[in-house]
């Protein structure tokens, strides 16, 4: 009986269908992808766009605000292989600028507008002022040497110090930069005075 069931289910045509079969719903069909005429163009049809490099970025950003990159010195019409200054067109020992005073009685090659030390040269004063002014030492068994005595707790990882005394000597380091600044500034200004002409007592 059950089999019988099955076999008249089976037999029975299929809704929306006059045959006994599915019927399937009728597409359009799409426009052609090599086609160029009428509608809008696939994605396929062209070549696959590719985002511009950041090089190329910065130098069209760069002629944009009319930036050279490489600018030459034009001393020597045009025969200096140095690179100009930044803002200028010659380079800095053909527009006269005198040689930075060096470091601890080394010379130095740079040259700079005012005759103070370059930024290398201030670089190596400062840290030569900041190990005589505030000396560390170390120890072997990963404890903190101290900073302005002994302390003995651990260390931190990569640093000699712990904690605690990383901000003391921090501070303190602050506190000598600043100090050292100040004097340069200071003989800087009075050097740059008395260089300065002297201007004549106007008569009444």
Do not use: F
Request: proline letters at 10%; a negative charge.
């Amino acid at each position: 009986m059950i089999s019988g069931r099955l076999k008249a289910t089976a037999a029975m045509p299929v809704p929306g269908s006059t045959a006994g079969t599915a019927a399937v719903p009728h597409q359009a069909p799409g426009p052609d992808r090599h086609s160029t005429g009428g509608g809008r163009r696939r994605w396929e049809d062209g070549p696959t766009p590719t985002p511009p490099a950041r090089a190329e970025l910065e130098q069209q950003e760069q002629l944009r605000r009319g930036i050279d990159r490489h600018p030459v010195c034009e001393a020597d019409d045009g025969r200096c292989p140095t690179l100009a200054v930044v803002g200028e067109t010659q380079c800095a020992e053909h527009l006269g600028w005198p040689l930075c005073p060096g470091h601890d009685g080394h010379p130095c090659t740079a040259r700079t507008r005012t005759g103070n030390q370059c930024a290398t040269c201030q670089d190596e004063a400062r840290y030569a002022h900041l190990d005589a002014a505030l000396p560390m030492t170390t120890t072997d068994d990963g404890t903190c040497p101290g900073h302005v005595g002994p302390c003995g707790r651990a260390a931190m990882p990569g640093d000699p110090y712990c904690a605690r005394c990383r901000i003391a000597s921090q501070r303190d380091r602050d506190r000598v930069i600043q100090e050292w600044e100040a004097v340069r500034d200071a003989a800087v200004a009075t050097a740059k005075a008395q260089e300065a002409p002297q201007e004549a007592p106007v008569r009444s």
